[in-house]
């Protein structure tokens, strides 16, 4: 499964952004799905994720900024991010965990995105 992110780029300090996940394919279904980043020199970290059912969790640096949603007819998982700051400049990867049903066993994976890049300038 290659999931295809779109959304990045270059913004001014206090600008917005929307990033998006998609999920290619027949899917027999999607768990959970989220948003990492990854600044120069600095461990991958969790920004938001979302359950099947909706649940949402943020880490402290997005909370009241950003918003992670979904649209499960078209296993698309959304990041709004609203102002932003110089420190949010990183590689965001969207993260989803697939389940799949074999031979009456289900198995979970979990698939990486290619990484889009967002820059915001001060």
């Known amino acids: 499964v290659q999931l295809v992110e779109s959304g990045g780029g270059l913004v001014q300090a206090g600008g917005s952004l929307r990033l998006s996940c998609a999920v290619p394919?027949?899917?027999?279904?999607?768990?959970?799905m989220g948003w990492y980043r990854q600044a120069p020199g600095k461990q991958r970290e969790l920004v938001a994720t979302?359950?099947?059912?909706?649940?949402?969790k943020y880490a402290d640096s997005g909370k009241g900024r950003f918003t992670i949603s979904r649209d499960n007819a078209k296993n698309t998982v959304y990041l709004q991010m609203n102002s932003l700051q110089p420190e949010d400049t990183a590689v965001y990867y969207c993260?989803?965990?697939?389940?799949?049903?074999?031979?009456?066993?289900?198995?979970?994976?979990?698939?990486w995105g290619q990484g889009t890049e967002v820059t915001v300038s001060s």
């Open positions: 394919g027949s899917i027999f279904r999607i768990n959970a």
């Open positions: 979302i359950t099947s059912g909706g649940s949402t």
């Open positions: 993260n989803v965990e697939v389940l799949t049903l074999s031979r009456g066993s289900y198995n979970s994976y979990y698939y």
